[in-house]
């Protein structure tokens, strides 16, 4: 069997970067944050939204692999195309797992090229090479409508050592770190909504 595939091997490490909204200090954008990103997903047990990523070495150079995903679009172009996904509910509740995500991995580089929608409207979370920075903040946290009731359980159940151990080729003990430190944030957040709007509202 053959099939397409997806390859990245930029692996860039810069102490200032100038970019298009500002200057980032320590700046990374690395192949192996891509690899991270779906440890992370199977531990919350939503890899259903990002696609499986390995690395492997191919002609000399030694990047992360992914399988290339069945899309009609991305998120760009259906803006352009005004176009509505035909059942709202499940259109949402997939947004929202991928907005607890994005703020989860603390993305420096998202844009709508990364959220990629197949056939029967099911919603990929791609590109993960400038994810998991330091910062113990919320990027958006505003983004945090609503919850999936099991992400949740999970989220409150993710453990540091554990992480840390399925992702030790690809992140640093400051990188998981923050990513412990945001997962406190996101959890208080809900719980928050959860106090003040009731379970329902917050979770589904």
Same mark, same amino acid.
């Given at each position: 069997?053959?099939?397409?595939?997806?390859?990245?091997?930029?692996?860039?490490?810069?102490?200032?970067?100038?970019?298009?909204?500002?200057?980032?200090f320590n700046f990374v954008d690395s192949y192996k944050y891509n690899i991270a990103a779906y440890a992370l997903v199977e531990l919350l047990?939503?890899?259903?939204?990002?696609?499986?990523?390995?690395? $492997?070495?191919?002609? *000399?150079?030694?990047?992360?692999?992914?399988?290339?995903?069945?899309?009609?679009? !991305? =998120? @760009?172009?259906?803006?352009?195309?005004?176009?509505?996904?035909?059942?709202?509910?499940?259109?949402?509740?997939?947004?929202?797992?991928?907005?607890?995500?994005?703020?989860?991995?603390?993305?420096?580089?998202?844009?709508?090229?990364?959220?990629?929608?197949?056939?029967?409207?099911?919603?990929?979370?791609?590109?993960?090479?400038?994810?998991?920075?330091?910062?113990?903040d919320l990027r958006n946290p505003a983004d945090l409508v609503r919850c999936d009731r099991q992400l949740f359980e999970k989220l $409150?159940?993710?453990? *540091?050592?554990?992480?840390?151990?399925?992702?030790?080729?690809?992140?640093?003990? !400051? =990188? @998981?770190?923050?990513?412990?430190?945001?997962?406190?944030?996101?959890?208080?957040?809900?719980?928050?909504?959860?106090?003040?709007?009731?379970?329902?509202?917050?979770?589904?």
């Amino acid at each position: 069997m053959t099939h397409d595939a997806s390859f990245q091997t930029i692996d860039e490490h810069a102490t200032k970067k100038e970019l298009a909204n500002g200057v980032e200090f320590n700046f990374v954008d690395s192949y192996k944050y891509n690899i991270a990103a779906y440890a992370l997903v199977e531990l919350l047990g939503i890899d259903d939204i990002v696609p499986v990523y390995v690395e $492997r070495k191919w002609n *000399g150079a030694v990047g992360s692999l992914s399988w290339w995903l069945p899309v009609k679009m !991305d =998120e @760009v172009e259906r803006h352009k195309r005004k176009l509505t996904a035909p059942d709202a509910d499940a259109w949402n509740n997939q947004m929202y797992k991928i907005r607890v995500l994005d703020q989860l991995v603390y993305d420096t580089d998202v844009n709508l090229t990364n959220v990629l929608i197949g056939e029967d409207w099911k919603i990929w979370r791609v590109d993960f090479s400038r994810a998991f920075r330091v910062s113990k903040d919320l990027r958006n946290p505003a983004d945090l409508v609503r919850c999936d009731r099991q992400l949740f359980e999970k989220l $409150r159940a993710l453990d *540091g050592n554990e992480l840390a151990g399925k992702t030790k080729h690809y992140l640093s003990k !400051d =990188e @998981v770190k923050g990513v412990m430190a945001r997962r406190d944030k996101i959890v208080a957040h809900f719980q928050q909504l959860i106090s003040e709007k009731g379970e329902n509202e917050a979770l589904y």
